[in-house]
């Protein structure tokens, strides 16, 4: 497993922007996948974006396509959540995520169960 450090949360008002960052340490293959998950309180989590490491390739739930942008500094060994044109429904608590067992396809990336490794969760509040 690797191990994940989010950053980043915050509060903000509606319209507003947040990044946040993961650190990794650890190995992560080309043919893994990372990902930001969400839950709010009283709610189901969530995946919000999805990363395939080799590919680059990426996918968002409906209810951010066009507001956030994951995104990988490889030197950095970040994996980043641009969050733009916020609303209070983004209200919850950010976890950044790892599948390392192998995948051959992006789509394979948006099987949520898979994931294995997880940070401890950033918390973005929406006012």
């Known amino acids: 497993h690797v191990q994940l450090v989010e950053s980043g949360g915050g509060s903000v008002q509606a319209g507003g922007s947040l990044r946040l960052s993961c650190t990794l340490s650890?190995?992560?293959?080309?043919?893994?996948?990372m990902a930001w998950f969400r839950q709010a309180p009283g709610k189901e989590r969530e995946g919000v974006a999805f990363?395939?490491?080799?590919?680059?390739?990426?996918t968002y739930a409906d209810s951010v396509k066009g507001r956030f942008t994951i995104s990988q500094d490889n030197a950095k060994n970040t994996l980043y959540l641009q969050m733009n044109s916020l609303s209070p429904e983004d209200t919850a608590m950010y976890y950044c995520?790892?599948?390392?067992?192998?995948?051959?396809?992006?789509?394979?990336?948006?099987?949520?169960?898979?994931?294995?490794?997880w940070g401890q969760g950033t918390q973005v509040t929406v006012s």
């Open positions: 650890g190995y992560i293959d080309s043919k893994n996948c």
């Open positions: 990363l395939y490491i080799g590919s680059g390739s990426t």
């Open positions: 995520a790892a599948r390392t067992t192998w995948v051959f396809t992006d789509a394979a990336c948006r099987d949520e169960n898979d994931y294995n490794s």
